[in-house]
Structures are given as C-alpha cells and as structure tokens.
C-alpha cells in the first residue's frame, strides 16, 4: 500500500488507547520545545546573519557557506548563497546542485512552498541544455524531475548518468524515487538499498530507502530508516514530517508527536506542522488541543482552504455546526477565488458545510451551498454524489432550481 505524503492517515493501528490527556513523556517533551522555541529562532536568526556571505567573497567561500546553511537547516539562506554564485558563474555545477536541492527539501517543509519544485526544475533544465555532458548536472536534473512529477523523464536522465558512471550515488537515488513514484515499488527498494551503499549522498540514498519500505508497506522500516537520515542531517525538517508520517502507520502516537514538535523547535512558525498537530489531536479526542492548532493554522495563513477545512471538521466534530459551516464555507469560497479546477475541489467543503445547514434548519445556505455544487459538478466528473430529490433536501419544501 503507497502512502499518500500530501497529507496524512487517520485510520491506522493504535499501539495503545489514550485517555484524555497525552502521556507524560510528550507534556515533558511539549514544555521543552516550547522553552526551546524562542532560544532556538534567535540563534537561528543570529547564526543566519553570522553566516551570510558578505559581498566580495570567493565563490568557493560562498558554496562553502551554501553547504553550511543547508546542513544547519537553513534552506532559504543555503538558497540565496547559491543564486549569488550563479548570477556570477551560471555554469557553476556545484551552486546548481545546492540550489536544486535545498528548493526541493523547502518545498515539502511548509503549505506553501510547492513552487520551490518549479523553480529547481527551472535552474536545473537550463544548466542540462548548458552542460549535457556533466554527470552531475544531469543527476541533480533527474533529481529535480521526480520530485517534479515526471519520474519517467527523471529514471531515463538518472539512467544515461548510471551508464557512464554506476557508483553514481545521487543518480541511483533519483532512479530510485523515479521507480517508487511509478509505482515498481520492488525496484525502487533495490535501487534504493544499492544508493545507500555508494559512497556520497547517504542522507537523499537513506531518506530514498525509507520512502520504498514505507510504498511497500514495511513502515516499522521506513521508520528506522528516517531516523538515519535524521541523524545525519537533525534540522532538516522534511525528514520530521516523513518520521511522523511513518509512526503514525504503526499506531506510535508518541513518536509522531515528538516529531512534530522538533519541527516546532527548528521552525517555530511553521504552519504545516500546526494542520498535522490538528489531525493528530482530533483523532486522539483532544479537543481543546486540535482546536486551537487549527485556529492557529487559518491565523497565520488565512488563505490556506487545508486549514479552513480541518477548522470546520473539528467545530462539526464538536457539535458546534454553526461554526462549522463558517469555516466550510471559507473553504469553499477560496477554493472558487483560487480557480481550483472543479475536479479537484475538496468536495466535503461544499457536502459537510450543507450538512451543517441542515442541521441547523438553514434552508437558504443548503439549497444556495447545493445548487452551487450542483452548477459546479454539472459537467466535471467527480467521485463523491449528493444528491436530494426534486422537491428539495428534507425539511425544506423550496423547489431546486
């Protein structure tokens, strides 16, 4: 079974039940990480600008200090390093490598930083039409198309690298991922394993193996596996989101919570993390908790429609429906303003804002909310149905129109 990573599972094994409040261990672990926040975000600030590469330093230096922002986790910092360096040397293969890569670990540690995959596929499409030759620009390209959705395009340039040079670590990755996200998930482990076997690469080639242990269902592996890459690389908050992912699949509550909050304590306003903590509290019955994770969520990114949704699921969870349909109803609508094409709209925005509605006797918002989904699925197929007979949902005699 594949592991869907754009959010996460809720029906999985528990390893324990829980009562009403979280254990002992993880209210420790909270009041450590929330001290830690605030120390953790100057330092970070502080060791940012200690590190910024001053005007007028070698190119080498720069790379150098690229290298260090990413290992500290300091993607956008490791990000600007490397675009400095190819303003002046476009052809820099080491600059292109940093970039690409730190874009494409950005992308996946927040809500809103998927363009981060296009502008990788961008820099690194232009240095391969630059330098056809070099090996490792075609790797990194390989790289950089998977993780931008071609992994057909992306295992044929990994395997013109392999050819020439089979030990070539971060090509056999990218083949590697390349198989997994088409699905030969029996490949992708092999190739992966033999990644983590070459020398260079070792975090990408292990973070590579957990995601083909994770695809073919080996989650206590893929678990293990991350907390590998985790200790090569501790600030790189993708691998966080991925751990969590992993023990949640084998009912470990605590290791996903903890996980999280280490992403807390790297990235203090992290949003993604706030809708995690959301769904994780909200099938563990911590009200209050998801609650307010979820009020956080839609306050630091108010045009995010994952946060509306989530928001509105726990007030119609809670029984509280008026509120409830607000928030569904904010979905809806920035899903509309944001030209989401019809067939990939979040249908529950639309269906649990009417079943609000109807709950509460509102006629009016249930027939305008269905009539909208009606115009807006009339000629887009679309998996969910609602449908009520002509004379209108019950309780409500107005004919539809």
């Given at each position: 079974m594949r592991v869907q990573r754009h959010h996460s599972r809720l029906s999985f094994r528990r390893r324990r039940r829980r009562s009403g409040c979280l254990p002992s261990v993880i209210l420790l672990g909270v009041l450590v990480g929330v001290g830690a926040l605030s120390w953790n975000w100057l330092q970070t600030r502080l060791t940012t600008a200690l590190n910024a590469s001053p005007i007028g330093t070698s190119t080498s230096e720069r790379i150098?200090?690229?290298?260090?922002?990413?290992?500290?986790?300091?993607?956008?910092?490791?990000?600007?390093?490397?675009?400095?360096?190819?303003?002046?040397?476009?052809?820099?293969?080491?600059?292109?490598?940093?970039?690409?890569?730190?874009?494409?670990?950005?992308?996946?540690?927040?809500?809103?930083?998927?363009?981060?995959?296009?502008?990788?596929?961008?820099?690194?499409?232009?240095?391969?039409?630059?330098?056809?030759?070099?090996?490792?620009?075609?790797?990194?390209?390989?790289?950089?198309?998977?993780?931008?959705?071609?992994?057909?395009?992306?295992?044929?340039?990994?395997?013109?690298?392999?050819?020439?040079?089979?030990?070539?670590?971060?090509?056999?990755?990218?083949?590697?991922?390349?198989?997994?996200?088409?699905?030969?998930?029996?490949?992708?482990?092999?190739?992966?394993?033999?990644?983590?076997?070459?020398?260079?690469?070792?975090?990408?080639?292990?973070r590579a193996l957990a995601i083909s242990y994770s695809d073919l269902g080996d989650y206590p592996s893929a678990l293990a596996t991350v907390e590998r890459a985790i200790g090569i690389n501790p600030q790189l908050t993708p691998l966080y989101f991925e751990k969590a992912l992993y023990a949640l699949q084998i009912g470990d509550v605590d290791a996903a919570t903890q996980a999280y909050y280490q992403v807390l304590t790297v990235d203090p306003v992290n949003v993604k993390v706030r809708l995690r903590l959301c769904e994780l509290s909200s099938m563990m019955r911590e009200r209050d908790a998801a609650l307010s994770y979820c009020q956080e969520v839609t306050q630091l990114a108010p045009s995010w429609t994952d946060g509306w949704y989530q928001l509105g699921r726990e007030y119609f969870l809670q029984g509280n429906f008026l509120a409830a349909q607000n928030g569904f109803h904010r979905c809806s609508t920035l899903q509309v303003m944001q030209g989401v094409p019809a067939s990939e709209r979040r249908f529950e925005c639309w269906y649990l804002q009417g079943q609000a509605a109807e709950i509460l006797g509102d006629c009016d918002s249930l027939l305008a909310t269905y009539n909208e989904y009606r115009a807006m699925t009339a000629n887009v197929d679309v998996p969910q149905t609602w449908t009520y007979p002509p004379e209108g949902p019950p309780g409500c005699v107005t004919e539809l129109n």
């Amino acid at each position: 079974m594949r592991v869907q990573r754009h959010h996460s599972r809720l029906s999985f094994r528990r390893r324990r039940r829980r009562s009403g409040c979280l254990p002992s261990v993880i209210l420790l672990g909270v009041l450590v990480g929330v001290g830690a926040l605030s120390w953790n975000w100057l330092q970070t600030r502080l060791t940012t600008a200690l590190n910024a590469s001053p005007i007028g330093t070698s190119t080498s230096e720069r790379i150098a200090a690229a290298i260090q922002a990413f290992d500290r986790g300091d993607l956008t910092n490791s990000i600007a390093l490397s675009r400095q360096v190819l303003s002046e040397q476009p052809d820099s293969p080491e600059a292109v490598m940093l970039l690409a890569r730190a874009l494409i670990y950005r992308s996946y540690s927040d809500y809103h930083r998927a363009f981060d995959r296009q502008s990788a596929l961008d820099a690194t499409s232009d240095a391969a039409r630059r330098s056809p030759n070099n090996l490792n620009i075609l790797a990194i390209h390989a790289f950089t198309l998977n993780a931008a959705g071609n992994p057909a395009g992306a295992a044929e340039t990994a395997a013109r690298v392999l050819e020439r040079q089979p030990e070539h670590a971060l090509a056999r990755t990218a083949l590697a991922l390349a198989y997994g996200s088409a699905g030969s998930y029996e490949i992708a482990l092999r190739e992966s394993q033999r990644a983590v076997q070459t020398d260079g690469w070792t975090m990408d080639a292990l973070r590579a193996l957990a995601i083909s242990y994770s695809d073919l269902g080996d989650y206590p592996s893929a678990l293990a596996t991350v907390e590998r890459a985790i200790g090569i690389n501790p600030q790189l908050t993708p691998l966080y989101f991925e751990k969590a992912l992993y023990a949640l699949q084998i009912g470990d509550v605590d290791a996903a919570t903890q996980a999280y909050y280490q992403v807390l304590t790297v990235d203090p306003v992290n949003v993604k993390v706030r809708l995690r903590l959301c769904e994780l509290s909200s099938m563990m019955r911590e009200r209050d908790a998801a609650l307010s994770y979820c009020q956080e969520v839609t306050q630091l990114a108010p045009s995010w429609t994952d946060g509306w949704y989530q928001l509105g699921r726990e007030y119609f969870l809670q029984g509280n429906f008026l509120a409830a349909q607000n928030g569904f109803h904010r979905c809806s609508t920035l899903q509309v303003m944001q030209g989401v094409p019809a067939s990939e709209r979040r249908f529950e925005c639309w269906y649990l804002q009417g079943q609000a509605a109807e709950i509460l006797g509102d006629c009016d918002s249930l027939l305008a909310t269905y009539n909208e989904y009606r115009a807006m699925t009339a000629n887009v197929d679309v998996p969910q149905t609602w449908t009520y007979p002509p004379e209108g949902p019950p309780g409500c005699v107005t004919e539809l129109n």
